[in-house]
Structures are given as structure tokens and as C-alpha cells.
């Protein structure tokens, strides 16, 4: 059990995944346009799942927030770009900023004040909602008119100004995505992955032990807020226009947590296998209700899918899916 | 004067508000899962309410105790059937469930009515009562009469019947009550029932005063959540008071500060109690 804890994946995992990132890279050479942007779809929704991942799944923290440091991080970088032609790759540290500090703000007041569990995930949705309200009276970022990039010159990527086409986006979300799955193993791995875990498990009982429960927790928020907030800069520079009611909607803050829920809270590939499965079934369902023509249909079998797995598989397909492939991911 | 009569036509509308979160609040108070679906559930109840209107000629107030007494079922058959055997999971799973409930009334709304708004024709649409300099809109006062009544009657169901004793003897204590040999899964089905039953009343009565589209759920369950926070979740004078609250908040910030503006001061509001008070401002601690 201790050798296998140290490597973390079995020969027969890393081969798996091995593959599984060769395809990855090859497949925008094999695939169409269209294709691709459905991966770029399912790649932020892997990133954003596994940034939340760290907040409710290892810390145990249920935050139904997350759209506000999408929000944030798309935000300040698109405004430092468009008003003072600042990089994006300097803007996003400022997203990340600000989006941990929001974060770590939120999260102090909150476990100051002892608000936990339900009360905890509402006041989340709360301040995003807010904040949602007050970027739609905020001028200076276009208010309800929205933000506007200007358009990219899809003959040859910038990746300096982030300006490109879907393929280039592809492989950027691939390496953070890469990144936030091994930061996660090694995070998992550490004093600070076990605290988590024991404060996810019983708050009582790691105060007891003599761990900093307030000061754990406000740092899986902060680090949750800053990684989420990252892939909001390439968000806003991929679709290059911004409103407020899209990018802090509640509705993407459940988006965000809907895919590592169901590919299993907690674990590293959750996040990954949920996301292929939710952009995939939402991507053939609107085919079909398009086919169909037929208003609510996709959100239907949307919402038929989500019940299905929710009474099949409440703790997620990857627990599954790992040991029907005979792979072995250490719990949690 | 005009003020007085905004906070008026606030405050009446805010006990609609109340009843409708009454529902929220009792569900929590006693099954304990956060109904995630209350807003598309009071939806459900508008159509309702639109479609006795439109098949059967009825009043929406003539049609309350129909579209209750359907809402209780249904929920009384959602908890029986599904969400009971959800009650000891973690919050996560519960959430996806009802999300996914939540999901599918909104479709199936949207695929049954379409997404275009509807509403009632009434007679007495813009019927109002002058006291003094007051004005007095005569659907805000029979919505507001209604959902008073419905908070009255749930409240008398609580305290006199045998089922409403034993529905809070299941919620003081749930093992005690099993072991005094009460059906608490029923128990639940009748607590989801009933709170069900109250969005149903607020629906009806809800469409006395808005038109309904099948997209304004979410609006509705947040606005829930935010009025059973501030009262105090559990807690039945509190969700009265907390819809009163802000129906009056909302009235005044739309009409002193912007429309626009209004739910954020509802969630103002929330930040503010749930960090100074968070058991809710009628609460227990």
C-alpha cells in the first residue's frame, strides 16, 4: 500500500494515461474545426472542475460560487488589455490576485463567522450574484453593453497578446489542464492534502488534532480562486467578448460544478472524465433537439442524464470507470 | 405619501414572496435537504394556475386549491419516490439531484408552453382602494389576503393535527420519533407535500401580480433562499417576515435606486445576516 501510495498510478495507469495524452495531442491533426471547439469546450470545463475540485472536493468546502473568479479573472485581464495594452500573461497574475483575495476575503468573513455547510455554498452563490449585479452598473468594463477584444488574426497565433485560433487554445487549456492534475497529485500527496482531507472528513476532529482549520481552509479557497480565475483570462480571450450576465451567471457556476461531481468528487480524473461526458452529451443533445426541432428537449435529457447517474453512480463514474478498466487511482 | 405606498405595495407583495418561501423553509426544517427545485416548482404552479385559467375559466384565486392540492401531491410523490432515499447523503449528491429534477420541470415547461411569457386577463386588473392618500391595488391585496391565509392555515395544520405534531416531533428529533414508532419516510412525504402545497397557493397568487416564462425559476429559487436566510431557515414567522423584508427592499432600492438594482440589495442583505446573524433574523441559535 505505501509503494503504490508513493508512485500513485500502477504500470497499467500510467500506461493509460500515457495514451490518453498522445491522442490528446494528435487529435486536433485528426479532427475537424468543429470538433476541436467542442475539445476546447471540454477543456475548460476539465480546468474550471478541477480548479473547484480543490475547494469542495479536497477541503470539503461546497462552494456553488465559482462563476465569480471565472468573472474576476476574465475581467481584470480583458480590461488591462483592452484599456492599457497590458499581456495577458501579465493580466492574468492580476486576475489570479484579485480572484484570491476575493476569494480568501469571502472565505475568512465566512469561517470567521462560523458559517458552514448550506449556509456557506448560499452565501458563495450570494456574493457571485452581487458581484454579477455590479459589473452590470461597472462603465468602465462595458457594463451590460459588454467587453470586446478586439478580433484575432486567425492566419498566424500571437501567443505573446493571446491571440489565435481554437487549435492554439486546445493546447494551452491541454497544458494548464496537465498542470492542474499533477499540482493536484502532489498537493494530495503533502502535509496540506492530508489536512484537507482530515477537515473534509470531520472539522471537529482535525481542530482536535491540533491543525489550523480556519487558515487550511482559506487556503484551498485562495488557491481554488486563483486557478479558476487563470482559466477565465484565456475564457475571455478565447471568446473575446464578455457580459456580465454570461460569465458570473449561476448557471456557470453550476456548469463548473456539475462535471467533477459526476465524474467523481475528490478524485483527479473526476474532473477530466466528467467533463468529456457532459460536453459530449450536451453537444449531442442540442444535434438531436436541432433535429428535432424542438425547444427544452436538450435540457431534458440533460436533466434525465444527470438523474440516471445521480441513482446509479452517486459517487461519481471515475471510482467506477477505474476499476471496470482495472486501473487503480488511490481514493481520494 | 408615495413612499408610504411603496413600502404598502412592497409589503403585500412580500407575503406572496413569504408563502412561497414558507414551502423552502419547512422542507429544510424538517427533511433537511435544501430544495433546489423550489423556484421551478413555483413556476409549475403559475402554468398551473395558466392553464385552469385558460382550459377551465378559473380565477387564479378560484384555482389555488386545485393547483395546491396537485403541487402537494406531487411533491408528496418526489419525495417518496426519489428523494427519500437520498436523505443521509452527502449535500453534493442532493444538490445533483435536485438539480436535475430542477432541470427537468423547466424543460418540460419550456417544451409544453413554449419561452414566450404568458399571463391572465383579469377584470379587476387595475381595481385599487383609496385610504386616505393610500392606494391599495386590489390584486396585491387579495394576494397578499391569500398568502396570509395560507401561512395561517399551515401554521394551524402544525399546532392541532396529529401529523403536523408529528411532523415536528420528527424534526426536534428524528430517532426519537422512529423510536416512538412514527413513519418518518411518510412523515417526509407529507413535510415535501405541504411544502410543495405552499408554493402552489404562492403561484397561483403569484400570477395575480407578474406574468411567467419558464426561465424565471432560477430568479425564484434564489429569492427563496435569500428570504428563509434572512428570517431564518426552519423558521415558519421567519419566512414570513424575511418575504416581507425584502418585497419592501426591493420595492424601494427599484424605486430610489434602479430597477436593475434590486435583487442586489436582496443579496446585500443576505451577505450582511448571514455574517452578523447567520441562524437568520427570527432564528434560533
Known amino acids: 500500500m505505501r509503494a503504490s501510495r508513493a508512485l500513485g498510478l ?3 495507469a500510467a500506461a493509460a494515461l500515457g495514451l490518453f495524452l498522445a491522442v490528446m495531442l494528435l487529435l486536433p491533426f485528426l479532427v475537424n ?3 476541436v471547439s467542442v475539445l476546447v469546450v471540454v477543456l475548460f470545463a476539465a480546468y474550471f472542475g478541477q480548479s473547484w475540485n480543490i475547494m469542495t472536493g479536497f477541503a470539503g468546502q461546497l462552494s456553488l460560487g465559482h462563476a465569480l473568479y471565472v468573472g474576476l479573472g476574465a475581467y481584470t485581464s480583458a480590461a488591462l488589455f483592452v484599456h492599457f495594452g497590458l499581456t495577458p500573461w501579465l493580466g492574468m497574475i492580476a486576475g489570479m490576485a484579485v480572484a484570491a483575495l476575493a476569494g480568501s476575503a469571502i472565505a475568512a468573513l465566512s469561517f470567521r463567522f462560523r458559517v458552514g455547510g448550506v449556509y456557506f455554498a448560499l452565501l458563495t452563490i450570494a456574493f457571485a450574484e452581487f458581484t454579477r449585479i455590479l459589473f452590470d452598473h461597472f462603465g468602465w468594463v462595458g457594463a451590460t453593453e459588454g467587453l470586446f477584444l478586439p478580433v484575432a488574426n486567425l492566419a498566424h497565433d500571437d501567443p505573446v497578446r493571446l491571440r489565435g485560433s481554437p487549435v492554439m487554445f486546445y493546447y494551452l487549456l491541454l497544458v494548464l489542464s496537465l498542470a492542474a492534475l499533477v499540482l493536484s497529485h502532489s498537493l494530495l500527496d503533502r502535509r496540506v492534502g492530508y489536512y484537507w482531507q482530515a477537515i473534509r472528513e470531520d472539522e471537529e476532529a482535525a481542530r482536535a488534532l491540533g491543525i489550523d482549520v ?3 481552509k482559506i487556503a484551498a479557497m485562495a488557491l481554488s480562486a486563483a486557478m479558476t480565475a487563470l482559466g477565465g483570462t484565456l475564457l475571455a480571450f478565447y471568446d473575446n467578448n464578455l457580459y456580465p450576465d454570461t460569465v458570473f451567471a449561476m448557471g456557470r457556476s453550476i456548469e463548473i460544478i456539475i462535471a467533477p461531481i459526476i465524474g467523481g468528487l475528490g478524485t483527479l480524473f473526476g474532473p477530466i472524465v466528467g467533463a468529456f461526458l457532459l460536453t459530449g452529451l450536451g453537444e449531442t443533445m442540442t444535434n438531436l433537439s436541432t433535429y428535432f426541432e424542438i425547444s427544452g428537449l436538450k435540457q431534458w435529457f440533460y436533466g434525465a442524464a444527470l ?7 452517486p459517487s461519481g ?4 470507470l477505474s476499476r471496470a478498466l482495472g486501473l487503480w487511482e488511490r481514493r481520494r | 405619501m408615495l413612499y408610504l405606498n411603496i413600502i404598502v405595495a412592497g409589503l403585500l407583495t412580500g407575503a406572496v414572496y413569504g408563502l412561497m418561501a414558507l414551502g423552502l423553509s419547512v422542507i429544510f426544517g424538517v427533511v433537511r435537504i435544501v430544495n433546489f427545485a423550489h423556484g421551478e416548482m413555483m413556476v409549475l404552479a403559475m402554468y398551473g394556475a395558466c392553464l385552469a385559467n385558460a382550459g377551465l375559466g378559473l380565477d387564479p384565486l378560484l384555482a389555488v386549491p386545485l393547483v395546491t392540492l396537485t403541487l402537494f401531491l406531487l411533491g408528496y410523490a418526489l419525495q417518496r419516490g426519489l428523494i427519500n432515499r437520498y436523505i ?6 442532493q444538490f445533483l439531484l435536485l438539480l436535475a429534477v430542477a432541470t427537468m420541470i423547466t424543460a418540460s415547461l419550456l417544451m409544453g408552453f413554449g419561452p414566450d411569457a404568458r399571463n391572465v386577463q383579469l377584470g379587476y386588473a387595475y381595481d385599487s382602494y383609496q385610504i386616505g392618500a393610500m392606494l391599495l391595488d386590489k390584486v396585491r391585496l387579495l394576494a397578499a389576503a391569500g398568502a396570509v391565509l395560507g401561512a395561517a392555515a399551515l401554521s394551524g395544520f402544525f399546532r392541532f393535527t396529529r401529523t403536523g405534531k408529528s411532523i415536528r416531533a420528527c424534526a426536534d428529533n428524528q430517532f426519537g420519533a422512529q423510536v416512538v414508532g412514527l413513519d418518518v ?5 407529507v413535510t415535501f407535500g405541504l411544502g410543495a402545497a405552499c408554493v402552489g397557493a404562492a403561484g397561483c397568487l403569484m400570477l395575480l401580480l407578474v406574468d411567467v416564462q419558464p426561465y424565471i425559476a432560477t430568479d425564484y429559487t434564489l429569492l427563496a433562499f435569500i428570504i428563509v436566510i434572512l428570517g431564518g431557515l426552519g423558521s415558519m414567522p421567519g419566512a414570513l417576515f424575511g418575504g416581507i423584508l425584502v418585497g419592501v427592499s426591493e420595492a424601494l432600492s427599484g424605486f430610489l435606486v434602479e430597477p436593475s438594482f434590486k435583487s442586489a440589495f436582496s443579496f446585500g442583505l443576505l451577505i450582511l445576516v448571514l455574517l452578523v446573524r447567520p441562524q437568520g433574523l427570527l432564528g434560533r441559535a
Open chain 2, 185 to 189: 419516510k411518510r412523515l417526509y412525504a
Open chain 1, 214 to 216: 480556519f487558515r487550511y
Open chain 1, 10 to 12: 500502477s504500470p497499467r
Open chain 1, 33 to 35: 474545426a468543429y470538433i
Open chain 2, 88 to 93: 443521509a447523503r452527502p449535500d453534493h449528491e
Open chain 1, 317 to 320: 463514474l471515475w471510482p467506477w
Open chain 1, 307 to 313: 438523474l440516471a447517474i445521480v441513482a446509479l453512480q
